[in-house]
């Protein structure tokens, strides 16, 4: 049977196909449609909607969406921080830590912090992306390169194609098999569960414009308000035993996320219990890619660079990495080859180290009560966080990608 097969509109500059509908693939769709550039983004769910609840946008992610030209309507739904980083002790709440954000934030990287729910930030990016740039319910299966350009099919039999592909398919994605064959997923160990507690039930302490970490032995706990502090957010970690379910829409239950924080402070215990029902997801660790791309196929956010979410990055990296991929390929249009080979340059060395870091923190966050444990807590007493996160919050994405071809 002859597969059904249509070239992407032709409109003078390279047909840009971005697989993946979630944060990363519309801001790269976003940017590239700011540029002039002839995109069409590819999502397999039927409609758009971000699975999860909370998230952390950060003064590097925040200058990138004020650039879209949508930023008021994400921040009337958004929670500004005023505090951020602030570790508790695990069985009394002290405070270990705590990141003042409050004009100095601004003051320093030109941009607020804010904690919001990822709806809402993918909502004020897809408003930069017209309508009739997104094909709902296309679920790719392969890639092909062949004369004519890159060839993608999708699960009803019909295909397209396009002179660029960009991956934005998650941390499952299927263009990355085209591209690398990376190490197999290990198993962390741990799993993560999240819930939302509507702020009327939630106690007062959950419901400041704080980023809250309780950490322990083992385990550690985040907490913030989101939905213009409507509902608190949580995300909290645990040793997974047998659980080994990687899929976002898997649940557990009130009682087990309270066992695996029993003793620990009770205003935890209380937020805990005033939860709906908690959704479970085992954290798999992947070794950072050695390359994103090849010819004209590459890769952006959880496709490239799936983290641990412990340094609250992973939305920022995926809006860096598409606000750099389009300033790339609109810089050389003639040549995407090249284009997404300065792309990768740019951006691999960065996400990597984010990586890296990211994963350090499961060590440091739940290490068990000792002499390790209090040189930690010692440390972050005497650390300034918000200034030594500059090489983080500081960052331009569009602006390294510029001075890439200077």
Not at 34 to 40: S, Y
Not at 207 to 230: A, F, K, M, N
């Amino acid at each position: 049977m002859t597969t059904p097969t249509s070239d992407l509109q032709s409109t003078g500059t390279p047909r840009i196909a971005v697989v993946g509908g979630g944060i990363g693939g519309l801001a790269a769709a976003a940017f590239l449609h700011r540029a002039g550039m002839n995109v069409t983004v590819f999502e397999q769910a039927p409609q758009l909607g971000e699975v999860g609840a909370g998230l952390v946008v950060s003064p590097n992610a925040v200058r990138m969406i004020r650039r879209l030209g949508h930023l008021d309507a994400f921040l009337d739904k958004a929670v500004p921080l005023e505090v951020g980083w602030e570790f508790r002790r695990w069985q009394n709440g002290e405070v270990l830590s705590a990141e003042q954000l409050t004009d100095s934030c601004e003051a320093l990287y030109g941009e607020r912090s804010y904690v919001a729910h990822r709806a809402d930030l993918l909502e004020a990016i897809r408003a930069a992306v017209p309508t009739d740039r997104i094909r709902l319910g296309a679920r790719c299966t392969g890639v092909d390169t062949q004369d004519d350009g890159v060839r993608l099919h999708f699960g009803d039999g019909s295909a397209v194609v396009a002179d660029v592909v960009i991956g934005a398919d998650g941390v499952h994605s299927v263009i990355r098999g085209s591209i690398a064959t990376p190490a197999p997923a290990e198993y962390s160990g741990m799993c993560a569960f999240r819930a939302i507690v509507p702020a009327e039930v939630a106690p007062a302490f959950a419901r400041r414009p704080v980023q809250t970490l309780w950490i322990g032995p083992d385990h550690h706990l985040v907490h913030y308000p989101i939905s213009g502090g409507e509902s608190v957010n949580i995300v909290a970690f645990a040793p997974a035993g047998d659980f080994t379910d990687e899929s976002w829409s898997a649940t557990g239950t009130v009682e087990e996320l309270l066992a695996e924080f029993a003793g620990w402070d009770t205003r935890l215990t209380d937020l805990i219990k005033a939860a709906g029902t908690p959704g479970r997801w085992a954290l798999l660790d992947r070794a950072p890619l050695e390359r994103w791309s090849r010819g004209r196929v590459t890769l952006l956010g959880d496709a490239a660079h799936p983290m641990f979410p412990f340094f609250a990055q992973g939305a920022a990296q995926a809006i860096e990495d598409g606000a750099a991929v389009a300033q790339c390929l609109a810089a050389d249009p003639g040549n995407p080859e090249r284009a997404l080979r300065t792309y990768e340059q740019v951006r691999l060395p960065r996400t990597t180290k984010v990586q890296q870091l990211s994963r350090g923190r499961k060590e440091i966050n739940h290490l068990p009560d000792g002499p390790e444990q209090i040189s930690r807590d010692a440390e972050l007493a005497e650390g300034d966080p918000l200034v030594q996160s500059g090489w983080l919050y500081g960052y331009d994405a569009e602006l390294a990608a510029k001075e890439a071809y200077v």
